[in-house]
């Protein structure tokens, strides 16, 4: 494990675009059943622009940052023997079909514990008047057999 | 008595504001892992489940996680009220390829702001009683 990952400035990533039948997929897929959700005219009488994802839909946008992460070649991160050990989603507000997203990442912290170390991932969500709709919280457990 | 007015709280900490079940099987990880793209084969082949020393295909941690809170969801009715969530995933789910595997949330309210107007909701999520996430709770506008 690379102990400089927490002063690297990563890149921003490309603008994702949240498409109307991706929210309706990943809501189908996460057992939601509100209406707002599903119905446009739903989601519209509830004062939003479009369809609205459900909370954990974000991690769509984190895995972009972590693909990052995992992917830089000095990280020392094998795939394979990470573990996801933690989760949260802090909400400015949420997302919505038609949001176009960039998510940026940040290390927080890496400790090192009986072997393991373990990584706390923060990805930054905004929207493109540079709004901030959600950061991404991310904790990742590498075993030290990697 | 000195006083006829009555403070009228809408909650209190331990009311249940939500329980739900839900019946996963193996088409809900590959529904997920194509809704969300997270392909890793443990979470739909036995085999590499096996190889890498699981007892079994596992559904993705963010599946629970995206699931349980979604009784929350139609409580608030609104998601914009939900303001935070967070888990620690303490125990794998274990999805037999036949039975499948059920999930059970229930939502308790652990802490009250009334001031601010928000609370903090506790998930209870368990699979045959033993519990599968750890601190799991939702910061909350409340209705």
Redesign the interface.
Known sequence: MNPDLTEREFEKTSPYLVGREKVREFSRAVFASSPVNFSVEAANEAGFADVVAPPSFAIVLQQLTLDQLIGAEDAGIELTHVVHGAQQFRYTRPIVAGDELTAQLSVTSIKTLGGNAMITAESAVHDIRGEHVVTAISTLVVRGDA | MSSDEVIVHRYEVGDVVAEAT?SIDRE?LV??A?????FNAIHYRDDVAES?GLPGVLAH???T???A??PV??WL????R????????TRPVVVDPVTGATIAVRAVIGQLDEAAGTGRIDLTVTVDEATVLG?AQVRVTLP
Do not use: C, I, T, W
């Not at chain 2, 194509?34 to 997270?38: C, P, R, T, V, Y």
């Not at chain 2, 009715?77 to 914009?80: T, Y």
């Not at chain 2, 939900?82 to 995933?89: A, G, I, M, P, T």
């Open positions: 839900y809900s529904r997920y194509g809704a969300s793209g997270d890498v941690g963010m599946l996680m995206g699931l809170v979604q969801v139609e009715r609104d998601p914009a939900v303001l935070d969530y967070q888990v620690k995933f601190k």
